[in-house]
């Protein structure tokens, strides 16, 4: 499966912003989906993930409440709303395909190209 993320930018501190991630390839609903995140010297952190239903999601205690995570296995699409954001959510954020929910980023077989989040204070 390839994945192409897109949505990050530049937003002031509490604001909001939603990433988007679209899979083309082999059966997207078959995945599982997750987004991580990474800062320059820092190993990528995972963020949240979603089973190939939807039925569960997953979150790291650091977005708990401020982030979603959903998918729309129609559109072959998996999005990550983030609001009240924080200057510490600035990272590259990655979104991830595997067909079993991990917190490691090791775990995970497929990746897209990363898109940048800067959250201004």
């Known amino acids: 499966v390839q994945l192409q993320a897109s949505g990050g930018g530049l937003v002031q501190a509490g604001g909001s912003l939603r990433l988007s991630c679209a899979a083309s390839g082999r059966t997207f609903s078959s995945y599982v989906m997750a987004w991580f995140r990474q800062v320059p010297g820092k190993e990528r952190e995972f963020v949240a993930a979603?089973?190939?239903?939807?039925?569960?999601?997953y979150y790291a205690d650091s977005v708990k409440g401020r982030f979603t995570i959903s998918r729309d296995n129609a559109k072959n699409t998996v999005y990550l709303q983030m609001n009240s954001l924080k200057p510490e959510d600035t990272a590259v954020y990655y979104c991830?395909?595997?067909?079993?929910?991990?917190?490691?980023?090791?775990?995970?077989?497929?990746w897209g190209q990363g898109t940048l989040v800067t959250v201004s204070s």
């Open positions: 991830a395909a595997d067909g079993a929910v991990a917190t490691n980023a090791r775990e995970y077989d497929y």
């Open positions: 979603i089973s190939w239903s939807g039925f569960r999601t």
